[in-house]
């Protein structure tokens, strides 16, 4: 859906519902102590996520202090305290409706996004190469057999990787929102950075992890996406540098 058929769908909604959601965002930023932002943290991340998300994922992804963000009855109360945005079915959350989401993310992005949608876009690509560099490495599921069958590969409990899935196959498509949105995130890019830092110390038991979850075709995407924005990047170190030494005619550009 394009933003102006949302903007027309919000226009058209009954002028309760709107007034409900009005009333849950304000009800929201009258809870008490940290409450409320921790109710935009989830609700932010809820809101950008690409598909539902498990209740470890949500935990991992939307920035909770660490005492929170692994315990999973006080996540499952912070979702409560949403305003009713927001539902848990067998352990994923899900916004109520289609409605709930789009007000979130038209009527009250002043409120969730207080620095803009690119900003946390940018946190959960942050935050999901965070956790994956340091919960990575070899033969996760301790197989032991690197050349055993999927259908044989029995995850451990508790599953290692059942609180990153989301991460393994999502943090390029958030580098790219954030990416697209502001171009000086340009350094996670160059020798050194995040991603580089993450590929040169991970990059084969990230493989690894999406070949048991079954999205190495998403993971092969990522890297082409990846190896695009590199080629963009150089284009503009050698177009800045040109400009500097008001070279540009010589460089070919």
């Given at each position: 859906?394009?933003?102006?058929?949302?903007?027309?769908?919000?226009?058209?909604?009954?002028?309760?519902?709107?007034?409900l959601?009005?009333?849950?965002?304000?009800?929201?930023?009258?809870?008490?102590?940290?409450?409320p932002?921790?109710?935009?943290?989830?609700?932010?991340?809820?809101?950008?996520?690409?598909?539902?998300?498990?209740?470890?994922?949500?935990?991992?992804?939307?920035?909770?202090?660490?005492?929170?963000?692994?315990?999973?009855?006080i996540?499952?109360?912070?979702?409560?305290?949403?305003?009713?945005?927001?539902?848990?079915?067998?352990?994923?959350?899900?916004?109520?409706?289609?409605?709930?989401?789009?007000?979130?993310?038209?009527?009250?992005?002043?409120?969730?996004?207080?620095?803009?949608?690119?900003?946390?876009?940018?946190?959960?690509?942050?935050?999901?190469?965070?956790?994956?560099?340091?919960?990575?490495?070899?033969?996760?599921?301790?197989?032991?057999?690197?050349?055993?069958?999927?259908?044989?590969?029995?995850?451990?409990?508790?599953?290692?990787?059942?609180?990153?899935?989301?991460?393994?196959?999502?943090?390029?498509?958030?580098?790219?929102?954030?990416?697209?949105?502001?171009?000086?995130?340009?350094s996670?890019?160059?020798?050194g950075?995040?991603?580089?830092?993450?590929?040169?110390d991970?990059?084969?038991?990230?493989?690894?992890?999406?070949s048991?979850?079954?999205?190495?075709?998403?993971?092969?995407?990522?890297?082409?996406?990846?190896?695009?924005?590199?080629?963009?990047?150089?284009?503009?170190?050698i177009?800045?540098?040109?400009?500097?030494?008001?070279?540009?005619?010589?460089?070919?550009?």
């Amino acid at each position: 859906m394009n933003s102006w058929d949302v903007l027309q769908v919000l226009e058209g909604l009954p002028n309760d519902l709107q007034q409900l959601y009005d009333r849950m965002m304000k009800q929201i930023q009258q809870l008490k102590r940290k409450d409320p932002e921790f109710c935009r943290l989830v609700l932010s991340t809820m809101t950008l996520a690409y598909r539902p998300l498990h209740l470890l994922e949500l935990g991992t992804l939307s920035g909770l202090p660490r005492e929170i963000s692994h315990n999973l009855k006080i996540i499952v109360k912070i979702v409560g305290t949403c305003g009713s945005f927001l539902t848990i079915r067998e352990d994923y959350i899900y916004f109520v409706h289609q409605s709930a989401k789009d007000y979130l993310d038209f009527n009250a992005s002043e409120l969730i996004f207080p620095s803009g949608s690119s900003a946390v876009h940018y946190d959960l690509f942050s935050q999901s190469l965070q956790n994956m560099s340091a919960s990575l490495q070899r033969d996760m599921y301790k197989l032991r057999q690197p050349g055993i069958s999927i259908d044989l590969a029995k995850p451990p409990l508790p599953n290692p990787l059942a609180p990153l899935r989301y991460s393994y196959v999502y943090w390029a498509s958030h580098f790219d929102k954030a990416y697209r949105s502001s171009f000086p995130h340009q350094s996670d890019l160059t020798d050194g950075g995040k991603i580089h830092r993450f590929l040169q110390d991970c990059f084969l038991y990230w493989l690894e992890a999406l070949s048991i979850i079954e999205k190495v075709a998403e993971g092969v995407l990522a890297i082409t996406s990846l190896e695009s924005y590199v080629l963009v990047s150089h284009f503009y170190t050698i177009y800045g540098n040109c400009t500097k030494q008001g070279r540009l005619g010589h460089a070919g550009i």
